[in-house]
Structures are given as structure tokens and as C-alpha cells.
Nanobody, 121 residues
Framework: QVQLVESGGGLVQPGGSLILSCVAT????????MGWYRQTPGKERELVGK???????GYAASVMGRSTISRDNAKNTLYLQINSLTPEDTAVYYC???????????????WGRGTQVTVSS
């Protein structure tokens, strides 16, 4: 079974920075689009950033200019850096990926379990 495992969450002071990582493991044939989403209780999950296999990126307006999403295709790993953090960035951050595994002929969607990011002094 393919799994996505996030890491790097925790408590960060306002104005600080963090880097989140997500690694895809399992019988993977190919990883396609990947992205980071976040969710706060009572709100819908929202896209933070996304990146294609070729490295093309997109960001939510709320983080544009202070975030960088990247990937290492050789390691099946996704990263997200966010600078100038505010309490509004507090959320559970989820890794997403479209992946062809050894049992499918077209990509399936996978989600990580999430990592908590809390921005507070």
C-alpha cells in the first residue's frame, strides 16, 4: 500500500519559518502531481501549494510570496517552506499526491495523515 508520511510540524513563533516534508513509500511506479493542503476545525481543506512532475508550482493567495513548494522526484519527497508565519497559518497540513502504483494503470489519489502546525508565541 502506498503511503504518504508528513513531518516537520510543530510549534513556531509568529514571524518564524518552517519546512514540512512528505515522503511517498510503497510499490510506486510513478508520482505525478503533488501538493500541500491545510485544514482548520470548522473549515474546508484548502490548497496551500502544488507542484507538477516538471516542477511547475502554484500557491494559494494567502501564502504567495512567502512560501516555496518543491519536490525531489528521485526520493519521492515533497517539501513546503513557509516564512513569516502568522497565527492564521495554524492548521493541520496534509500532503497529497497522484500516484501510479504497481496495481493500477492510472493515478490514484493519496493523502497523508497530516502534521499539526501551530503558530503562537
Amino acid at each position: 500500500q502506498v503511503q504518504l508520511v508528513e513531518s516537520g510540524g510543530g510549534l513556531v513563533q509568529p514571524g518564524g519559518s518552517l519546512i514540512l516534508s512528505c515522503v511517498a513509500t510503497g510499490r510506486i511506479r510513478r508520482v505525478y502531481g503533488m501538493g500541500w493542503y491545510r485544514q482548520t476545525p470548522g473549515k474546508e481543506r484548502e490548497l496551500v501549494g502544488k507542484v507538477t512532475v516538471e516542477g511547475h508550482t502554484g500557491y494559494a493567495a494567502s501564502v504567495m510570496g512567502r512560501s516555496t513548494i518543491s519536490r525531489d522526484n528521485a526520493k519521492n519527497t515533497l517539501y513546503l517552506q513557509i516564512n513569516s508565519l502568522t497565527p492564521e497559518d495554524t492548521a493541520v497540513y496534509y500532503c497529497y499526491a497522484d500516484i501510479d502504483d504497481m496495481t493500477t494503470s492510472r493515478p490514484d489519489s493519496y493523502w497523508g495523515r497530516g502534521t499539526q502546525v501551530t503558530v503562537s508565541s
